[in-house]
């Protein structure tokens, strides 16, 4: 076994950490790992991850749905939807220029997780409505899974990360659920993608399988971990790491001299964020993380100055 390959299955448990954790992330880790690592072409890599997502998210959603975090109908329905949308997008997207394909990938990435890291808006009268786990209405469910199908069978991600913002941030379903739910999602939708792109793709099997197998270890891993995360820090973790990928898949398909000019306009627009967060907004949460840590800070002083 090389060195390469090692790697390459190492990586892949995370793969299947991030889909039993997040519900998504499956295929922002896979295609980078199959290009950048294993040395697949972008459309072998986008085929491939469809395939190891939708296997993947098939065993995981059994650990989520004996916890009581699936919503069938609205998923069946959902993954339905989609599945249409997909092959339709695994069609088109096996005929477009596969640097054109990772750059909509990243875009599209970066903005699923500025809507994450934002939230959901508060509904409530006094602004404390909790999200509800709920069937979501027959008309909305349609249209959303048609429109995610078609991105996901274009790009060739499973879908969780914008299945999960759908029923989270839309639909209003408490994160935990989301997550679950938009496992059976993500693999109706991977199935149909694949279909659609072996019209024109061929896979290396062995190795598809292979880190298809490490993966699955890494989601029985990440199922025992879900329904345990508080709602704010999972959909935050969720928008950090999407962020983080996108951003890396951007600067990868720049020409090389440009990439540094991207990083920095990234973390020159990071920092400005944190200034207008700072300033302008009253519930900032990094106002609120720096005062918390001050607070926890002034407690154990005193109780050391208590202690005879």
């Known amino acids: 076994m090389t060195g390469t390959l090692i790697l390459v299955l190492s990586l892949s448990v995370f793969i299947g950490l991030s889909l039993g954790v997040l519900g998504g992330g499956g295929s922002i880790l896979t295609v980078p790992i199959l290009v950048y690592v294993a040395g697949f072409d972008a459309k072998e890599a986008i085929a491939a991850s469809l395939f190891v997502v939708g296997v993947t998210s098939a065993v995981s959603v059994i650990s989520h749905a004996r916890g009581g975090r699936v919503m069938w109908r609205t998923g069946l329905i959902f993954g339905a939807a989609g599945m249409v949308g997909a092959f339709v997008g695994g069609l088109l997207g096996s005929r477009i220029p596969g640097q054109i394909l990772l750059v909509a990938f990243a875009l599209m990435m ?169 300033f302008f907004v009253r519930t900032c949460p990094i106002r609120t993380w720096i005062r918390g840590r001050e607070h926890r800070n002034q407690g154990s002083g005193h109780a050391k100055h208590s202690t005879p």
């Open 110 to 278: 970066v903005a699923t997780a500025i809507a994450m890291l934002r939230g959901r808006k508060k509904t409530g009268g006094d602004g404390t409505a909790e999200p509800v786990k709920h069937e979501l209405p027959l008309g909305r469910v349609l249209l959303d899974g048609a429109v995610v199908g078609l991105v996901t069978g274009l790009v060739g991600a499973g879908g969780g990360f914008l299945v999960v913002p759908a029923l989270a941030l839309l639909g209003g379903l408490p994160m935990s659920v989301a997550v679950g739910t938009s496992l059976v999602v993500i693999a109706m939708k991977s199935f149909a993608g694949l279909a659609g792109y072996l019209t024109t793709v061929d896979l290396d099997w062995g190795l598809t399988l292979a880190v298809t197998a490490a993966a699955i270890v890494g989601t029985l891993i990440g199922s025992k971990l879900a329904g345990r995360i508080p709602e704010v820090a999972l959909r935050k973790a969720f928008g950090w790491f999407v962020l983080a990928m996108g951003t890396f898949v951007l600067t990868q398909q720049a020409p090389a001299d440009l990439r540094w000019v991207i990083l920095g306009g990234v973390a020159a627009l990071a920092v400005l964020g944190a200034v207008i967060c700072w």
